[in-house]
Nanobody
Framework: QVQLVESGGGLVQPGGSLRLSCTASGFTFHWESMTWYRQAPGKERELVASISSTGGSTYYAESVKGRFTVSRDNAQKQLYLQMNSLKPDDTAVYYC???????WGQGTQVTVSS
């Protein structure tokens, strides 16, 4: 069965960095595009970044462009989100998502605060 497990969240000061990981199983990872979403308290879930199956094409929300980088390791079935220059507005639960199977991970909390 499809499984997505996120890790790497935590508490970081403004301007700091975090790297999120998502471990995939139960499907042919290298065939599928993948997406990172986030949901802040009291707000709707929003798309952060997406990446094609080969990693050759990426998309970023305007709010994170230039600060976040999405990548993947198909051999290890891993999806990553490198987050730099973090701001308090980046505080949210971050989820990885497979559009093909419409499956969400459990999420990992990112808190940006001094």
């Amino acid at each position: 069965q499809v499984q997505l497990v996120e890790s790497g969240g935590g508490l970081v000061q403004p301007g700091g960095s975090l790297r999120l990981s998502c471990t995939a199983s139960g499907f042919t990872f290298h065939w599928e595009s993948m997406t990172w979403y986030r949901q802040a308290p009291g707000k709707e879930r929003e798309l952060v970044a997406s990446i094609s199956s080969t990693g050759g094409s990426t998309y970023y929300a305007e709010s994170v462009k230039g600060r976040f980088t999405v990548s993947r390791d198909n051999a290890q079935k891993q999806l990553y989100l490198q987050m730099n220059s973090l701001k308090p507005d980046d505080t949210a639960v971050y989820y990885c998502y497979t559009p093909k199977f419409e499956y969400w991970g459990q999420g990992t909390q990112v808190t940006v605060s001094s």
